[in-house]
């Protein structure tokens, strides 16, 4: 699907400042039987923290450049990271994203995902820690 939307991964470039923080998260961790991932499955809706920002958005599955699903585990999700690996740029399926300017995918819990709109205004307030990374030029490696 073609869309003007552009994607963001955000993390702060000081830990101890501007500091994201899980909270109130109860997981329950188990290996797949399937690929053998440890998986921290969270048993209570996923809450993050950043500053004052609750982030409860939903991406959907990571997917590579063209809205694609990266090739994952059927049974727990977890993405094949030997592929994911190889692959220059990542992306959003349009149709699973619940249009949050702020979201996490799936199954890559933990790495915030922000939409144009959000980086722009954080750069607006100069916050300098912050740093932004274009979703389609990520690479693993
Ligand atoms: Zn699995």
Redesign the pocket.
Known sequence: METNHKFFIMKTSYSNYASMFEDENEYETYT?E??E?NIHKRLTPFMCYFKELVIMGKGGFLCDKNGEIVEK?N??N?FDYDKAGDMQGFGVNIEEWDGSDMFFFDNWPGVIIVTEKVKNLIEEKKLKNIIFTNLKEFTFF
Do not use: D, H, I
């Open positions: 797949c399937v690929c991932a585990c049974t727990c977890v």
